[in-house]
């Protein structure tokens, strides 16, 4: 029987010739992700020695600019534990700052049949680059840095074919939608993503759907490669590429097909992901205080265009505030000099630095009591972005900017015929 692609990369990583469902595996990690929560009073503890400094990637991202003294103090012990160790990969506040999950993207950090880790649970973010990548403990991240290596029991895996291509409007965060609305959660399982309807979504349109595998709670959520992979990643500089494919006689718990074609802009009610989409016909009209466009799943220069299409020559209603937080500095950049800025701008949107912000109500964005939000973020849990009596709904950054025009959920398709 054959292996799954996180099978061939787990039994690669930790030396054997083949692993399947239930084994317990150690392996070498090949980039370890520290961001400025592991280096909070509360949880840092300072790291004696290093073997392998340069698998090693810091970047300042949930909170940046620092708002407390708290984070500052976790930023300043940052910048010592980079100088001690002598780690080049360093994004410091604006120093191609981002969220960690799009700063890996844009560099290329995550590469084919490697391993990463994080201590961040959107970790399976980096998946949509053929690789394995999980959020882990603080402890065991730590130890990953230290030593190099890390531990997984192996997961039976999902695959999800996908056929087809998306309309426009829709996106793979109606895609995730979809799924979690559909098959709930994956708990002790990986993700793999493939078939021909993979060739029509850009990586950016993948890394939002990696990205969501940790609202699935499976172990790795990873796409097979293919050309647009690899033409990506050599833009990237990356010159040396071994994609993972999984054996035609892969043992799965199970096959899923998805017709991109078929599926409409949804939207997830308030608390919990999970069995609880919606078609946005169905919650249209419910009147927001807040939009939110942002974070590791959609603040991407993809998601930011969108949005900016529905949003051209028109305005955000004087009933509500629409927020946007492009990913990274890179992705605010481009957004700049595309002109994609100055049209969010112009339609009333604030547009913050780059940075996990709103997301997790850290700052840029927190709700008041009461409020009512729609985001094109990763989470709609109750208090996550603020105060408990809030309520949060999440959809695409299309969803969103239709949203914030109306002051109530509305349809993207109204603004983008």
Request: overall charge neutral; hydrophobic content about 40%; aromatic content about 6%.
């Amino acid at each position: 029987m054959g292996m799954t692609i996180a099978e061939k990369i787990l039994a690669k990583k930790s030396g054997r010739d083949r692993v399947a469902a239930g084994d317990l595996v150690t392996v070498d990690v090949d980039t370890v992700v520290l961001f400025d929560n592991n280096f909070m009073p509360s949880i840092w503890q300072d790291m004696l020695k290093m073997e392998h400094p340069e698998r090693v990637v810091v970047i300042l991202d949930h909170r940046v600019p620092a708002p407390t003294i708290q984070s500052a103090g976790a930023h300043r012990t940052a910048r010592k534990f980079v100088e001690k160790f002598g780690i080049a990969r360093f994004h410091d506040v604006g120093g191609g700052q981002g969220i960690c999950h799009q700063v890996v993207a844009d560099e290329g950090y995550a590469l084919p049949g490697t391993v990463l880790v994080c201590s961040d649970s959107h970790t399976c973010s980096a998946g949509a680059f053929n690789c394995i990548a999980r959020g882990v403990g603080g402890p065991d991240v730590m130890y990953a840095a230290a030593k190099g290596e890390t531990w997984f029991r192996v997961g039976t895996t999902v695959r999800y074919e996908l056929t087809g291509a998306l309309r426009d409007g829709v996106t793979t965060k109606d895609v995730f939608l979809h799924i979690a609305g559909t098959y709930g959660d994956h708990a002790t399982q990986n993700v793999e993503f493939g078939g021909p309807g993979i060739a029509g979504l850009s990586m950016s349109a993948r890394k939002t759907l990696s990205t969501m595998g940790a609202e699935l709670s499976c172990e790795f959520a990873t796409f097979e490669a293919d050309a647009v992979l690899e033409n990506y990643l050599r833009a990237c500089g990356k010159t040396t590429i071994e994609p993972v494919h999984p054996d035609a006689d892969a043992r799965y718990a199970d096959v899923r097909e998805i017709d991109l074609g078929k599926l409409e802009p949804l939207v997830a009610l308030p608390d919990s992901v999970l069995r609880n989409s919606r078609a946005v016909g169905e919650v249209a009209g419910t009147k927001i205080d807040q939009a939110f466009i942002g974070s590791c799943a959609n603040g991407t220069l993809d998601d930011l265009t969108l949005a900016a299409r529905v949003l051209a020559g028109r305005k955000v209603s004087t009933k509500t505030r629409l927020i946007i937080t492009p990913g990274s500095q890179h992705v605010y950049l481009n957004a700049v000099r595309s002109g994609v800025i100055a049209t969010l701008v112009e339609a009333g949107a604030v547009i913050t630095n780059p940075t996990c912000g709103a997301c997790g109500g850290g700052h840029m964005g927190v709700l008041g009591p009461e409020e009512v939000c729609i985001t094109a973020s990763t989470r709609n849990f109750k208090g996550r972005m603020g105060d408990p009596s809030s309520k949060v709904y999440m959809a695409s950054p299309a969803t969103v900017a239709a949203s914030a025009i109306k002051g109530a959920i509305a349809h993207p398709g109204e603004y983008l015929n």
